[in-house]
């Protein structure tokens, strides 16, 4: 335990609550998992996290704890369980850590639900007339957790401290009520985007420029969204402490939600940058499989030269304008153009990875893996059978001529080879999508429509990987950090992207980035780091252009980056000195956020002197 870090009162228990806990969806999800060593460390069991349990949790990344002791944790639990909620109280298994974790059934009883509503409309004019599954599943997650603070610190001595750590309205319906009932427990709410910014950004022209001028009831009308709003600039002047992570956002919380934050707290690093030597190593065995894979999908089509291909990526949540898949893929689609009109030998594979509904991988695509699989393995027998047929051929005839080669392969070996040959042959196109999704959507529409198709005159590839990249699971045969070491250049041209942890994480990992001036990361670094380009970390002005302008800009970085690589074969690997990313480590941060959990104590009691 890290003592110097906490100076909060002995015994005080942190919970930390939020949707994406063992719930994969965007970034919060990464943020809590970088953070998360850094909060056991100094808070050990006295830091809990709370999440929803849904049904497509993640069973492999849950353990149970299957006896309840008599700690005040154990006694809530059985309370809330007598009441008839779904409680599941565990480990969360991830790589650096255990934490303990509290998930909740947020489908709840009809009835009590709609109490909740009718309470909440007496109280806030939180109108749930038009209700959603999603709204209804915040109200009863909300609920639980107001009956868990409420019986938990019932349990507990009088003088113990508890805070709550709230992440995005989705886990904080409850902060009002929390609040007005007077519950002992102080509450920092940490809003990492706003709703209405999230729903706009994407859908107006010159949003930088006006959203300033907007009244939030209007817009929150015009989208369908005012109950959700309503909700949150509710929870955010309920809480005693509200932080965000960029200025663009602290703006938008002092015009869409009414009040300004009391912090701006960046979001975090746990993992030092890899060091240049270790950088072109990786690189390099991350690329073989990567290799692997695309020569997999494409040779039984047609000739591929994967030592001379480019491999570029983007990711992220599926939000086609907000995270700027919409620019990616045009910029692509006429960089492909100009390389066909320029005869041009240069092979560009752009990689697409966001999580989307789908029913399986495609059947295809799988047999393209496995027979590839099987010609390695059937030329690994031939060179092993071959290989001292040929130094006796050679040593019998003196060396004087070379045998041919076909005469040293018996029948039955031969036979097997032209059989796998043949099914290894195909005469379709490679798949753009590697999955079959449980809908066609805006990537895979662009794609037929901009003729993205894997042809061979093609010159951009594109391999659209609608699922998160996981060791056990992935069809590359590693996760997503090794994956992204393995390829040339992320590209990120997000429109709205308060923080943007995939560039981030791209840097980290050693892989050039191109990201839009409009993540808090890729501002933060233009700061800090006048001259990143040198570290091969490249800015895309998007804030105050317009699209056809950022198309442009982006192809020709494109474009340069590709030819720069193919003529000077040196492979450029991204470099972010520790001035830069010090700052972000979550040790450097955590004293940040004990001010605001020392802030929200002194709110909820200003009278005792104790913060």
Same mark, same amino acid.
């Given at each position: ?65 299957? *006896? ?59 109108? @749930? ?22 019986? +938990? ?25 929390? *609040? ?13 985007? @706003? ?43 309920? *809480? ?79 939000? +086609? ?8 893929? &045009? ?107 449980? &809908? ?86 233009? &700061? ?34 590709? &030819? ?48």
């Amino acid at each position: 335990m890290t003592e110097p870090f906490r100076i909060l009162k002995p015994g005080t228990i942190l919970f930390e609550i939020a949707w994406e806990v063992c719930n994969q969806i965007g970034g919060i999800f990464t943020y809590l998992k970088s953070k998360i060593p850094v909060m056991t460390d100094t808070y050990g069991d006295d830091y809990l996290l709370i999440g929803p349990y849904l049904p497509d949790h993640k069973k492999a990344e849950f353990r149970p704890i299957a *006896a309840l002791d008599d700690s005040a944790i154990s006694r809530t639990i059985v309370k809330l369980r007598e009441s008839g909620f779904e409680v599941h109280y565990g480990h969360w298994l991830l790589d650096d850590s255990r934490p303990k974790v509290l998930l909740f059934n947020p489908d709840i009883d009809t009835g009590q639900l709609n109490t909740i509503k009718a309470r909440l409309w007496e109280k806030y004019q939180l109108s @749930t007339i038009q209700s959603d599954q999603i709204l209804d599943q915040v109200l009863g997650f909300g609920e639980i957790l107001r009956l868990f603070f409420s019986l +938990y610190t019932e349990c507990i001595n009088r003088d113990q401290d508890v805070l709550a750590h709230f992440h995005e309205w989705m886990s904080a319906s409850c902060v009002p009520e929390l *609040a007005d009932d007077k519950v002992r427990v102080a509450t920092v709410f940490t809003t990492h985007s @706003t709703l209405l910014g999230r729903y706009v950004a994407p859908n107006e022209r010159h949003y930088f420029s006006n959203f300033q001028n907007y009244d939030w009831q209007t817009k929150a009308n015009e989208y369908g969204i005012e109950n959700r709003l309503v909700l949150e600039r509710t929870i955010a002047k309920k *809480a005693q402490v509200l932080v965000t992570d960029s200025e663009h956002i602290s703006l938008e919380c002092e015009i869409f939600l009414g009040r300004k934050p009391d912090q701006i707290i960046f979001n975090g690093i746990n993992k030092k940058a890899v060091l240049r030597h270790e950088v072109f190593e990786t690189y390099t065995q991350h690329r073989e499989k990567i290799d692997d894979f695309v020569k997999a999908l494409f040779l039984p089509s047609y000739p591929i030269n994967t030592d001379k291909a480019v491999y570029f990526f983007t990711s992220g949540r599926y939000e +086609y304008r907000n995270k700027g898949f919409d620019i990616t893929l &045009e910029a692509m689609a006429r960089l492909n153009g100009k390389l066909m009109r320029e005869n041009s030998d240069l092979t560009i594979v752009l990689f697409v990875i966001s999580k989307r509904p789908f029913y399986h991988i495609k059947s295809e695509v799988l047999e393209a893996k496995q027979k590839y699989q099987d010609l390695r393995k059937i030329c690994a027998k031939i060179s092993q059978r071959l290989g001292p047929r040929l130094y006796a051929n050679v040593a019998h005839s003196g060396g004087s001529k070379l045998p041919d080669l076909n005469n040293l392969i018996d029948d039955e070996l031969l036979l097997t080879w032209k059989q796998a040959v043949r099914d290894f042959k195909s005469y379709t196109l490679p798949a753009v999508t590697m999955h079959q999704l449980a &809908e066609e959507d805006d990537i895979t529409r662009f794609c037929q429509t901009a003729g993205l198709d894997n042809k061979e005159s093609n010159r951009v590839k594109v391999i659209y990987y609608p699922d998160f990249i996981e060791r056990a699971k992935s069809l590359f045969g590693i996760d997503y950090q090794e994956f992204i070491k393995g390829c040339n250049l992320g590209i990120f041209p997000s429109f709205y992207d308060p923080w943007g942890y995939a560039p981030m994480e791209t840097a980290m990992a050693g892989t050039p980035v191109i990201a839009s001036d409009t993540s808090g990361f890729a501002h933060y670094l233009s &700061e800090v780091m006048p001259n990143h380009q040198a570290g091969e970390m490249y800015l895309l002005n998007r804030k105050f252009q317009s699209d056809e302008e950022v198309i442009n800009g982006l192809q020709e970085q494109l474009f340069s980056f590709a &030819e720069s690589l193919a003529r000077e074969h040196y492979i450029p690997r991204a470099t972010l000195p520790t001035y830069v990313t010090e700052p972000l480590r979550w040790k450097n941060l955590q004293s940040r956020y004990h001010e605001a959990y020392k802030l929200a104590f002194t709110r909820l009691h200003p009278d005792t002197g104790s913060y």
